[in-house]
């Protein structure tokens, strides 16, 4: 999972993610604050201890799952109204739907929470 953080001409933290990933990106764009990854990280140190099976937490655009081993993140808009399309044509999802190990997912969110902080 390759990743980048930036900060755009108004001076906003932007992350973009690779391919399968750019639903990462657009998360911690609007979602993931410095004090919202310090208590991921807490929540991921539970997990891998094994204090808790699993978290689910719903934001504004984005839920989060976190198991044991793995995070899965997924748009609410991944839930398309009309299911009706041309034959051989297929909804483009790749930016509403990602995953990785919850190690991974801890080392992202250290990275951006000292990305955004500076």
Known sequence: MDFEF??????TCRARFSMGHEAFGQWLTDEV??????AL????????GGLREEFRKVYAEFS???????????AH??????????????YYDDELF?????DDLARVLIQWRAFIKA
């Open 6 to 11: 930036f900060r755009d001409l108004n001076g």
């Open 33 to 38: 604050t410095p004090a919202e990854a310090e």
């Open 41 to 48: 990280l807490g929540m991921i140190h539970e997990l891998e």
């Open 64 to 74: 989060l799952f976190l198991g044991r081993d793995e995070a899965e993140l997924a």
């Open 77 to 90: 808009t991944l839930a398309f109204a009309n299911d009706e399309l041309e034959e051989g044509m297929a």
């Open 98 to 102: 990602a995953g990785c190990g919850l």
